[in-house]
């Protein structure tokens, strides 16, 4: 079976055995600490949109809440004199219009628990405000694809790699075909502490009783930062941004079955 083939059935609820709790950024982050993996530094938890007090916080931050996807509700926000500036959309916010924001959020996934987290902001090793996201498609220590997004104000520029961090030269689209009205897809060189990034997706991966799972990681000065993880990943599944073609497709789907042969999973 294909990675896409496996990656819809799971988004269907037909595959058995998958730790959906650490879909949860509080539970996945954790679950690294707990295996001696790096995290960001947690400020605070609330349980509602009422007890979020912005005003207990540093001047600057990252509000996530931890039952959304895709970076829906994330905000990495610094205090300004009238409000809050959000770096990742590029907007001004009022308190009261953040608080409202994720009032609205909560309200569109009534039947979840709600909860949120404050983490302190990580800047990358570029220095970037906004870090690249570095996603690593792991099958139990074995890497698939590596997917950096680098963020900018016109349009997303998306690199990819394969599971020895070598970048891949695409340009037919012949593996992946971005959708370039919103994504610039382009080639990277390894970036600083690729060796590292890769080691600790590997350790990460080999712990989630799982036979595949994304990594998103973070590449700072001082090294990788665990970001979440992602068990139903929405970048090839809606393939509104990304289409996986076939030859990749067949060939993560084939580190997707050697996975379930190392758990014991038929």
Same mark, same amino acid.
Request: proline share 6%.
């Given at each position: 079976?294909?990675?896409?083939?496996?990656?819809?059935?799971?988004?269907?609820?037909?595959?058995? $055995?998958?730790?959906?709790?650490?879909?949860?950024?509080?539970?996945?982050?954790?679950?690294?600490?707990? #295996?001696?993996?790096?995290?960001?530094?947690?400020?605070?938890?609330?349980?509602?949109?009422?007890?979020?007090?912005?005003?207990?916080?540093?001047?600057?931050?990252?509000?996530?809440?931890?039952?959304?996807?895709?970076?829906?509700?994330?905000?990495?926000?610094?205090?300004?004199?009238?409000?809050? !500036?959000?770096?990742?959309?590029?907007?001004?916010?009022?308190?009261?219009?953040?608080?409202?924001?994720?009032?609205?959020?909560?309200?569109?996934?009534?039947?979840? +628990?709600?909860?949120?987290?404050?983490?302190?902001?990580?800047?990358?090793?570029?220095?970037?405000?906004?870090?690249?996201?570095?996603?690593?498609?792991?099958?139990?220590?074995?890497?698939?694809?590596?997917?950096?997004?680098?963020?900018?104000?016109?349009? $997303?520029?998306?690199?990819?790699?394969?599971?020895?961090? #070598?970048?891949?030269?695409?340009?037919?689209?012949?593996?992946?075909?971005?959708?370039?009205?919103?994504?610039?897809?382009?080639?990277?060189?390894? =970036?600083?502490?690729?060796?590292?990034?890769? $080691?600790?997706?590997?350790?990460?991966?080999?712990?989630?009783?799982? =036979?595949?799972?994304?990594?998103?990681?973070?590449?700072?000065?001082?090294? =990788?930062?665990?970001? +979440?993880?992602?068990?139903?990943?929405?970048?090839? !599944?809606?393939?509104?941004?990304?289409?996986?073609?076939?030859?990749?497709?067949?060939?993560?789907?084939?580190?997707?079955?050697?996975?379930?042969?190392?758990?014991?999973?038929?």
């Amino acid at each position: 079976m294909d990675y896409l083939s496996h990656i819809r059935a799971r988004g269907r609820g037909e595959e058995l $055995n998958v730790p959906t709790h650490l879909h949860n950024k509080i539970l996945g982050r954790k679950f690294v600490e707990s #295996i001696g993996g790096p995290v960001p530094k947690l400020l605070a938890t609330f349980s509602s949109p009422e007890e979020i007090d912005l005003d207990i916080l540093p001047d600057s931050f990252v509000l996530k809440p931890t039952f959304s996807s895709s970076s829906f509700g994330v905000m990495v926000l610094e205090r300004k004199e009238k409000g809050f !500036y959000d770096y990742l959309r590029r907007r001004e916010l009022s308190a009261r219009a953040i608080l409202d924001e994720q009032k609205s959020l909560a309200d569109k996934h009534p039947a979840v +628990e709600h909860f949120w987290m404050v983490e302190e902001r990580i800047v990358d090793v570029e220095s970037n405000l906004i870090p690249d996201d570095y996603k690593f498609f792991t099958f139990q220590g074995e890497i698939g694809l590596i997917h950096r997004t680098i963020r900018d104000s016109k349009k $997303n520029r998306h690199a990819f790699f394969d599971g020895d961090f #070598i970048p891949i030269n695409d340009p037919n689209d012949k593996l992946i075909a971005p959708n370039r009205k919103i994504i610039e897809k382009v080639v990277e060189q390894r =970036p600083e502490h690729w060796e590292r990034l890769l $080691n600790l997706a590997k350790r990460i991966s080999v712990a989630v009783p799982s =036979p595949f799972v994304r990594v998103d990681m973070y590449n700072t000065s001082e090294g =990788p930062i665990f970001g +979440e993880f992602t068990l139903v990943p929405g970048t090839f !599944y809606y393939e509104d941004r990304e289409v996986m073609m076939p030859e990749l497709s067949f060939r993560l789907g084939y580190l997707w079955g050697k996975a379930q042969e190392k758990l014991g999973i038929s």
